[in-house]
């Protein structure tokens, strides 16, 4: 019996808690032949896991801290993959793993494309210093997987221009969306043309331009409402942030909700207008199609990775300008013809979005090929389609 072992040690919240858990839930559905361990932080919440050749090694939580991540994937993976027997690697982690066995590198981490220098500016010593050291470790060892996987066709060719990688595939990202009864809880909103802002607080989301937005609109007493839900409870700046809108006097005019649970996000969607997302990095970002879906029309920042995942289905802006930024949005949003015309172009961008099922037989694939199964060997079942 063969071994893949799968690298999700790192994959904790956001888009990788995201990529994890859809790719255990459908790989626990499979009649599989080989053997699979999934290594995952001890703290860890997984979906159920009831298939026989499926293994959980839970590690310890100093396996997943960003400072000891290059020391964990120079010499600890590597030995509990030579313990364990792996032939095949299918790594999470944005880091290359030490090992002889084939490894398949996920790469979902923005910061080794291209960054704007006001992100690394914005950053405390601490931050700049832990992603830097793992960017020199990615410029060092990106070329020891044997295939890397891009979420899209732009970050594909950076990766290749930029760390002279031989084989990198696109598997795109994926977009699971519910909308029911239970997950339409109404939250406590201002009155208003709703601009909403979904993130946590990161030098790279850009937050502080919505203050300078936030002064604009209350001058000129327009009718926009800016929601943000950063955890007022978080990192200094965080608080920093939710401060510097009492002591601007923007109390009105940007309401800061704190944060909101997955369960909870379709009902954000349906009570507000529009999406406002100024942010200067991102590798993909769950929230542009989440916004299409639910019918906002999409303002975002005129850069690379908005114009690869939203094409012609978003209104681009300098998100370094707050005049930019608001007159973006008022060409469109007092305009119902400009309107519907950008929400109508998010839903016809859907449908280029792959589901779930597809990206697993991809990965699939690519395991099997690193196996040298000529016959294709585990064959996933299409039901889900």
């Known amino acids: 019996m063969r071994t893949i072992a799968i690298n999700a040690v790192n994959s904790n919240s956001g888009g990788g808690k995201s990529i994890r858990d859809s790719y255990i839930k459908l790989l626990n559905e499979q009649p599989l032949k080989d053997r699979y361990v999934l290594f995952v932080a001890k703290e860890a919440s997984l979906p159920p896991v009831t298939n026989p050749n499926i293994e959980i090694m839970k590690l310890p939580t100093f396996y997943s801290r960003a400072i000891a991540v290059p020391l964990v994937y120079r010499y600890l993976l590597g030995r509990i993959l030579d313990r364990i027997g792996a032939n095949v690697v299918l790594n999470f982690g944005n880091l290359i793993i030490r090992t002889e066995a084939k490894q398949i590198a996920v790469f979902h981490w923005p910061y080794g494309v291209d960054v704007h220098k006001k992100v690394w500016m914005g950053m405390t010593p601490t931050d700049w210093l832990t992603r830097k050291t793992k960017l020199w470790f990615l410029e060092r060892y990106f070329r020891e997987a044997d295939i890397v996987v891009a979420q899209t066709e732009f970050i594909r060719r950076r990766l290749i221009e930029k760390y002279e990688l031989a084989d990198v595939r696109i598997i795109g990202n994926t977009v699971t969306l519910t909308d029911n009864a239970d997950t339409r809880a109404d939250l406590v909103l201002p009155e208003g043309v709703r601009l909403v802002y979904p993130c946590v607080y990161y030098p790279h989301k850009n937050l502080e331009i919505l203050l300078d937005v936030g002064e604009r609109i209350k001058a000129r007493n327009l009718p926009y409402r800016i929601v943000t839900t950063v955890n007022s409870d978080g990192s200094v700046a965080a ?147």
Not at 274 to 303: C, N, Q
């Open 239 to 385: 608080r920093r942030f939710v401060k510097n809108i009492v002591e601007r006097g923007l109390g009105e005019t940007i309401v800061n909700i704190g944060q909101v649970q997955p369960a909870h996000m379709p009902g954000l969607y349906h009570q507000c207008d529009a999406l406002l997302m100024p942010s200067l990095l991102e590798s993909f970002s769950i929230v542009y199609p989440e916004a299409m879906h639910y019918g906002l029309p999409v303002f975002t920042s005129d850069m690379w990775f908005a114009h690869s995942v939203c094409g012609d289905a978003a209104k681009y802006f300098d998100p370094f300008d707050a005049d930019d930024i608001l007159n973006s949005v008022q060409e469109v949003m007092s305009d119902d013809a400009s309107k519907r015309t950008l929400i109508n172009a998010g839903h016809r961008h859907l449908s280029s979005f792959p589901s779930w099922p597809d990206n697993f037989a991809l990965y699939q694939a690519i395991i099997r090929e690193l196996l040298g199964d000529p016959d294709h060997g585990d064959r996933y079942e299409r039901k889900h389609i």
